[in-house]
């Protein structure tokens, strides 16, 4: 088996092309990108909401606005303390975090993972236009904006090239017809032969090769599970790879046991379509909660917490269910009420194993 290449992506350089896919709420926090950056690949945090299960938030805070100001200062410190336990885990690996552009307290993450020293911004659910000004003060922070088309990376490098003279330093291309979490497609879309990777990586890599005639790397993301899948997107003209579900099933996933016992027993007939209250659908695990989503229950918890998102069904018009309450149950353990995020690769896993293990098998 051919040796797999480094990977470059601005001025840091990863032994391995294996980006560790950034999952929220804590599902992929200092343990699991820590195992992931001193094994060769690049380790992510998901930034969203990390303060909800921390020493800085009051849940029980009465006074909505009260909530909200502590809900964002604690996301804020609770990245801060999940920064510094990474680095002091991967002193020399390559560390990012996964921040969304849905998120209100959006830039306020963005300077914080900045000024702290990551690697690399990884962003998403949205697009990231003004990512680069909040990063001005620290160029050596790559800069890597998610995407499903080659539309919305044209709409980046324009943006970024006229107002702020810089390009992204790499592209996430993510796959909404194979990816977990949130989809960056309308729920009529999914299943449309134009997501593929097949048609959208080479379609990018030769844009990005013929017309703005830079050498970024394009990383695909969305159910890649395993070698052969990392040597196919290669041979398509992706530099790497982002791998998110397949890490849950390690001993250094930051999520309860719990939640890592249900993937590992999933079927792949438990890979649903769910509705969320962002406004975009979701590919999750089937479990008593989306049920009760899918069947359009009066029952879900439909307390707005703390404001977060820019747009919110459940906090605007009172539908569907808050989603950061949804994903925090479920990362916590209780897999029957709340919200089990997953890729199409489900029901694939033989066992949980160590972060290390896995990438062996990963880089041959």
Known sequence: MPELPSLQIGQHTARYPIIQGGMGIRISGANLAAAVANTGGIGVISAVALGLNSPYFDITQSKVRLRQEQFFQANRLALIDELKKARELSPHGMIGVNVMVAARDYETLVRTAAQQGVNLIISGAGLPLQLPEYTADYPEVALVPIVSSTRAAKIMCRKWERQYKRLPDAFVVENPNTAGGHLGA???ELNHPAWDAEQVIPELVNYLD?????????IAAGGVWDRADIDRMLALGASGVQMGTRFITTDECDADRHYKEFHLHAQPEDVVIVSSPVGLPGRALRNPFVEKVIAGASDLERRCLASCLQVCRCRDTGELYCIVQALDKAARGDVENGLV??????????????????????VG
Do not use: D, H, T
Request: cysteine-free; aromatic content about 6%.
């Open 341 to 362: 995020f997953s890729g199409s690769n489900a029901g694939r896993v033989q066992r949980i194993m160590p972060v290390a293990e896995l990438m062996a098998e990963l």
């Open 210 to 218: 013929q017309e703005v005639g830079q050498p970024i790397p394009v």
């Open 186 to 188: 309308k729920y009529e």
